[in-house]
């Protein structure tokens, strides 16, 4: 089985933009393919992460739109769709498209183009990923977080400041990152004071609409050698689903997806979460920031609101997270955040990053569709 | 690299119906896993092809829904789209994952329920994947069709009857299918005689506005010989896209992606076009069944009218085509029609058709999205 290589990326600045979600993809896929240095390869497969472009923005087959736009045909193209899991989703197709042997160039794309409704109309388009049962109650993913918040508090004496803390890093991060959506530093006082949304998470604890789109290329390790002295490598990828109907779950204060993919993840890569140097997580709300970093092994249960108040999370301490701003500050465009993420880990193993850069030779992401209900986990690191 | 085989499929009534897209879609899943007799195994993927669930349905992440409704968790679950092409494009992944060795058990579900909307609803809904620049114009698919019908038969001095008679062809195949959406025998003359949609093309030349759901389920042929007496193989797939953009294609007569994806699927099967004894092709509209018999090798250039009003794609023909009803009277529910298709293949090749059942070890699928911009073709036999 090829060893599956990161040998380009590209982002389009990401927040509010009157751009078309082609245009984004495009704009993203074409950095991607000058990144790589692959402007004359034939491309195998093109996968493009979406959620919702028919309710956005009047679309559909905007996989064979974005082959045309780029003159990639004959091309094989597929838009995959895992709701806010869907780049990671795009990942783990274009993965095994390489792995198997089948392809051998790809270009992932994941783009989301929210702005042309209204909050309402939005928040409407998002609920159609929850479980009809629950959300003829109101049941909406803001809504579960802040469920989780209650639960994890309580459970283990985490402080509100802990959670807001999360927030105030990741506008820290997205401050030296020039493509976030948010160059805006805030204060602790600032999350807990923002207006109240689902108590006990407030406006400031949540990641706001955005409009971007990310892109990477994927090959094999082989080809990588050619392309790059300092070739990056997806040595593990793990994907798991949960119950879809919240209900059935026993608790909301862990992720049993996040656990399950992790460990196929990890097993594949054959480290453990000590191994991981710099880690992009799918903070949604505060509260799933630090879950995720018990969930995927870097904190003891319970462990993960000291981290976050001890600066270990941070791009000075021993483990960095979100170093991008995370979806907090840079933004989520539903279906560009898992693509995004991995942009991020290729760029800081290559030491790309200017003034965010971290030391670091192995990083993780963690993309999550639904409330948990899809999971994928990547391991990416520099091949020795 | 494993052998992938198809060991269970499972079908929806086509048709208009009161049940929910997620019900469809777990009716056809649980017919193909009870028809693999794999109740008991752990599925590696869902791969759930559909195209318009937000639009018809309010609904997203629909494969983490199906996963929770079939209790397959931790199986990895996306939503495959590739507008009308979006069944093939799940086969093609689902066949990438067992092909690369990473996955053993794979469901493939497609499905739409599409009698939510009403008819105008509807037509922009499926515009929707035509390339902007050419829908401001009023560009469809039916107005599409309609052009290549006028060129072809102009080009090539076909007949207004032998379209009529694709029509006529596939409702008597319809007739005995249980599970088709019309049973309704038509003459020439009722086709003819129809309302006029677009110049030469009336309404019954083309496929109906369809509720309904199908799944095959994909295993190694290790696995496959351990279940059945009469194993089918994928023994070959190609998957091609072409010009998004109409205006840039040179003719309408052919489909290039056609070709292209016919081309590799035989190369993988090492055989020719017409080693096939069994296809099912995507008659959209009456001219489109016959354009793929040419595209696909079956008839030469411009022969393709003839061999219909010759009986040649009949039950008893030489080449039948569509025994299952077709697109035409089987019924289209979009993101079902590749899946279906594929179902149809397997149950020629295994014997399973009662009255339409005919002589087959070898059939082919053909499968398009857009118009022509994404296709793909696929080659089941049975194993040796």
Chains 1, 2 share one sequence.
Request: charged residues 20%; aromatic residues 6%; hydrophobic residues 40%.
């Amino acid at each position: 089985m090829p060893s599956v290589a990161v040998v380009g990326c590209g982002l389009t600045k990401f927040g509010k933009t009157d751009k078309g979600l082609i245009d984004l993809l495009a704009e993203a896929s074409l950095k991607a393919i000058e990144d790589s240095g692959l402007e004359n390869v034939e491309f195998d497969e093109v996968y493009v992460a979406n959620m919702a472009c028919g309710e956005f923005n009047g679309l559909s087959g905007i996989a064979n739109a974005l082959v045309g736009e780029l003159s990639l045909e004959p091309a094989a193209a597929m838009k995959i769709e895992n709701t806010s899991g869907s780049g990671g989703a795009a990942i783990y197709a274009g993965w095994k498209a390489i792995a198997s042997g089948t392809s051998e160039y790809v270009l992932v794309a994941g783009g989301e183009k929210m702005s042309t409704k209204n909050s309402s109309e939005t928040a409407e388009i998002i609920a159609s990923l929850t479980h009809s049962e629950e959300r003829i109650h109101g049941i909406t993913l803001p809504s579960l977080a802040a469920l989780s918040a209650r639960q994890y508090m309580q459970l283990y004496g985490a402080s509100r400041e802990a959670l807001a803390k999360v927030a105030v890093k990741n506008h820290e991060h997205a401050l030296l990152n020039p493509l976030a959506q948010f160059h805006k530093k805030i204060t602790v006082e600032d999350v807990i004071n923002s207006p109240i949304i689902c108590d006990p998470l407030r406006l400031y604890d949540y990641c706001p609409i955005t409009d971007g789109a990310a892109a990477v290329i994927l090959t094999t390790l082989e080809n990588a050698k050619k392309l790059t002295d300092k070739p990056v490598v997806i040595s593990g990828i793990g994907y798991a689903t949960d119950y879809y109907s919240i209900q059935t779950r026993s608790r909301l204060d862990e992720f049993p997806a996040v656990k399950r993919a992790a460990e196929k993840a990890y097993k594949m890569a054959k480290i453990k979460p000590s191994d991981i140097q710099v880690a992009e997580l799918h903070d949604m709300a505060t509260i799933l920031e630090i879950l995720q970093s018990e969930d995927l092994g870097f904190f003891p249960k319970g462990g993960g609101w000291k981290a976050v108040l001890e600066d270990k999370t941070t791009l000075n301490g021993e483990l960095p997270i979100n170093t991008s701003g995370g979806l907090k500050a840079k933004g989520h465009p539903i279906g560009a955040t898992g693509v995004a993420q991995a942009c991020e880990i290729f760029l800081q193993l290559q030491g790309r990053c200017g003034e965010r850069q971290v030391d670091a030779e192995r990083g993780l992401t963690c993309n999550i569709g639904g409330y948990g209900n899809g999971v994928i986990v990547t391991i990416m690191e520099v091949a020795r």
